[in-house]
């Protein structure tokens, strides 16, 4: 389930194309517009692209939650560890170039 228009939007093109067709392969369902409000015994609850509440039965459900940095071991470390660096996506969410980069950037100075 995805709540943008399309399945993994920013990935760059031969890498979405074979995810997409590994998951048409494997008979995965996959829903755009739409949110998860509940998963329930034998499937979920979604409120669709009209805000309306559906129920899908399924053994399965596989979450990917989105790009957000999470800082709170970082936010937990930072008063107590003197030289403490976000790299990653805990820094901001991109791609494993750019936390490649910022761990050689901290690793440089």
Known sequence: MEALSELSAGIHHANRVM??????????????????????????????????EKTIPCETVALALGLEPKRELYEALRKNVYDLHLVGDCREPRRIMHAIWDAFYVASS
């Open 19 to 52: 995810l997409l067709d590994m998951l048409k392969d494997k008979k995965v369902i996959c829903l755009t517009r739409a949110e998860l409000r509940e998963i329930i015994d034998d499937g979920i609850i979604i409120l669709d692209e009209n805000s309306r």
